[in-house]
């Protein structure tokens, strides 16, 4: 059971410098060819390991029984090559040079075949493929991607040019004035009113 912490990841199998792999091919080529074919289970028990396939495995023991048969029929057969017979001769040399081309020509294309697949090599041994994301890391950086705010697209206002068979619009029709004002104006008037009258009266009363 993990917490809300980082899970371990898992290990990532690096693909080897192509120095180191071709190294490595000519080695083991070059000690199939010296020792006629009774080593060349040599390279195919690195291709098993390598590519941890059923299929080099099988191939692997098919190479050893081989090996193991080659070995017997030359311990079988008699020190003195005269008196060895030309078909025991024929059949030794095609066992050995179809064990030869078989084990070096299986060998190089199901390794590089292998190495193809996992891609070029990273800078200082890092591995080849990024470690996927955690199921825990996905669902936080979907969460977070729902809070952050969506940028708002600013679209541009169409102006549409008027319709000259429209029917122009009638101006609003002013509301009348409120009874308030008609009131005051009232008010006003009677005021005039009796200060004219006021000035009269005076105006009366210093002539007599």
């Keep these: 059971m993990h917490g809300y912490g980082p899970m371990p990841q898992q290990p990532t199998t690096s693909r080897p410098s192509p120095a180191t792999l071709t190294t490595v091919r000519v080695i083991l080529v070059a000690l199939t060819v010296l020792s ?3 080593l060349g289970w040599a390279a195919m028990l690195r291709l098993a390991i390598v590519t941890r396939r059923p299929r080099d495995w099988f191939l692997l023991v098919v190479v050893i029984a081989l090996n ?3 070995f017997a029929f030359i311990m079988a057969t008699p ?5 060895m017979s030309d078909a025991s001769a024929l059949f ?4 050995i040079l179809g064990l030869l081309a078989g084990v070096i020509t299986y060998y190089l294309y199901a390794e590089i075949r292998h190495y193809n ?3 070029a090599p990273g800078p200082y041994g890092a591995p080849t493929h990024p470690a996927p994301p955690l199921p825990y890391q996905q669902q936080h ?4 991607q729902q809070h952050q705010p969506q940028p708002q697209q600013h679209q541009p206002q169409q102006h549409q040019p008027p319709n000259p068979y429209t029917a122009p619009a009638t101006p609003p029709t002013p509301k009348p004035a409120p009874q308030r004002l008609d009131q005051v104006r009232a008010e006003l008037d009677e005021l005039s009113d009796y ?3 006021e000035n009269k009266d005076s105006r ?3 002539g007599r």
């Excluded at 030794?92 to 066992?95: E, R, S």
């Excluded at 950086?141 to 977070?144: E, I, N, Y």
């Design 79 to 83: 020190d003195d090559p005269d008196q």
């Design 195 to 197: 200060l004219r009258q």
């Design 117 to 119: 697949t996992l891609g």
């Design 36 to 38: 006629c074919g009774l």
């Design 92 to 95: 030794m040399m095609f066992w």
């Design 204 to 206: 009366d009363g210093e």
């Design 141 to 144: 950086l979907a969460q977070h």
């Design 68 to 70: 193991i048969g080659l």
